[in-house]
Each structure stands twice: as C-alpha cells, then as structure tokens.
C-alpha cells in the first residue's frame, strides 16, 4: 500500500498480513502512517497504489460502507457518539435496516453486551456514560453492523489503567469467539501484553514485524523516545523466518 498526501508520504509500500482470529497490533510512533492504513482499510481514504485482500480476494472500498459489508469495523482516536442519544439510539442511527429500532434492536444489543461483557444497558444516555463505556458502545456498533475485523486507533489513549485491563479482556473474548481485532497503539508494552502478532511501522514506511514473544526490543525501541532509552538486547544470531525487513 502507498498513500501520498501534499510533502508527506503517509504510508511508503507497507505490505501487512493479518490472521483471522488474533490480535494484530500496528505499532509506531506519531506520523508513521497508522491511521492513514487503517483509514485505507475502513475504505475512508483511497490508496495511491497496491491493493486489499479479504481472504485471498481484492476488493475496494469506495466507503465504509463497502468496508462493513465486507465484516471490517472500525473504532475511531475520537468517538463518534452523539451524547444526547441513548445506547440503543447510537448504536441503530443509520443500521435501522438490521433490526429496526424497537425491541428487536435492543434484544440484540443485550445479546452483544451480554455475550462479551460490555455491561451496557441499551436505554442509558450516552452523556452519562464514563469514557470505558462510550468506548464500549462504539465497538458494540461495529458488532451490531456485523463486523468480524474490528480495527481499533489507539484505543487506550483515553483510558486509565483498569479501564486499559477491561479493554483488553474484551479483546481476548472477541479473539476467542472468531474475531480478528486491529489495534494501534505506541505503547511497547501494551502491544506485548495483547498482540499474537505486531507490526512495526516508522516513518516514511520502513517495517518491522514479528510476534511478542521475539521481544524484539531493537526494532520496537526505534518507535517510542520513551523506550530507546530501553536496554538492548542480545540480537537474535539467526533471523526469524517470521520477519522481514
Ligand atoms: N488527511 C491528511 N492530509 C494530509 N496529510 C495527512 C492526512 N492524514 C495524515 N497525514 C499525514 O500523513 C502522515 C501519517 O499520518 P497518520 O497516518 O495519522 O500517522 P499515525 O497514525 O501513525 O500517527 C503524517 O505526516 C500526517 O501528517
Ligand atoms: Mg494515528
């Protein structure tokens, strides 16, 4: 994938292959094209060049909504919810077709909630709702629209520790019933805590990739200030067949 913007090359043929049924963190510091691929991804910006394959088959998406009907969904940096609204409200605004907007939709937004332990009740006001649970409400709405690849931006910027843990233990319930998550961070040890594969992305499309287990200190520690202050490691003496450069 290359994506050009005016002066700036946002993502600089960035190959990535993702797994169904892991979580895949997308990993790099600010400006290393993160979004701009996911965005790519979720159909809401067009590639210059390369292509999308969902299952071995290419497809392009002129909108999310080609994105959706392919089971890919995605959860904003910034929440897309309308306070005034309730749960059930937010989450049928434009997916009236699915199940209506009476007690079928809210019988499936029980079963969603209760089935990954969002603990969220469909006639709540979204204004009055912590960050944790906003956050909830919008992976809820990629659920409801049927998604099986749930692309994350950085979803623990906004949270507190323990709201980071019940994230993350909603991402395992999600990966253990089939589901394929996205998520971005520039959190090494967030992404070593969650991720059955990482991808490393830097500036001008320069990548890594490989598992947590590889603790691939060296490659990662480019990603963050914070961590190049990290020790490094001993280097692997053969290179994983797993990474290429
Ligand atoms: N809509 C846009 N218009 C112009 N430049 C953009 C746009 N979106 C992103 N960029 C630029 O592309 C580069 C990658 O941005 P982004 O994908 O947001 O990186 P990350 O999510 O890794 O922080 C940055 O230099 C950013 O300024
Ligand atoms: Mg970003």
Do not use: W
């Amino acid at each position: 994938m290359t994506k050009r913007f005016p002066g700036v090359v946002a993502n600089h043929d960035v190959h990535v292959t993702i797994k169904p049924g892991t979580v895949h963190a997308l990993i790099g510091e600010n400006g290393a094209g993160k979004s701009t691929l996911m965005k790519i991804l979720y159909g809401v910006q067009r590639p210059d060049e390369g292509e999308i394959l969902v299952d071995g088959r290419p497809v392009t998406f002129h909108s999310p909504t080609d994105a959706i009907k392919a089971g890919i969904g995605m959860v904003f940096q910034h929440f897309m919810l309308a306070d005034n609204l309730t749960v059930l409200e937010n989450v049928v605004l434009g997916a009236e077709s699915l199940h209506g907007i009476g007690s079928a939709a809210r019988a499936e937004i029980r079963r969603i909630s209760d089935a990954y332990g969002f603990e969220l009740d469909p006639d709540d006001l979204v204004e009055d709702l912590g960050v944790g649970q906003r956050q909830r409400v919008e992976i809820l709405k990629v659920l409801y629209r049927g998604a099986r690849t749930i692309i994350l931006d950085e979803p623990t910027a906004v949270l507190v520790p323990q709201e980071v843990d019940a994230l993350f233990a909603n991402l395992r319930e999600l990966r253990d019933t089939g589901h394929t998550l996205l998520f971005i961070s520039h959190k090494l040890d967030e992404v070593l805590a969650i991720a059955d594969d990482i991808t490393v992305m830097r500036r001008g499309g320069d990548r890594r990739r490989g598992r947590p287990g590889d603790r691939d200190e060296e490659a990662a520690g480019r990603v963050d200030g914070r961590l190049r202050a990290a020790p490094r490691r001993r280097r692997r003496s053969r290179p994983s067949p797993r990474r290429r450069c």
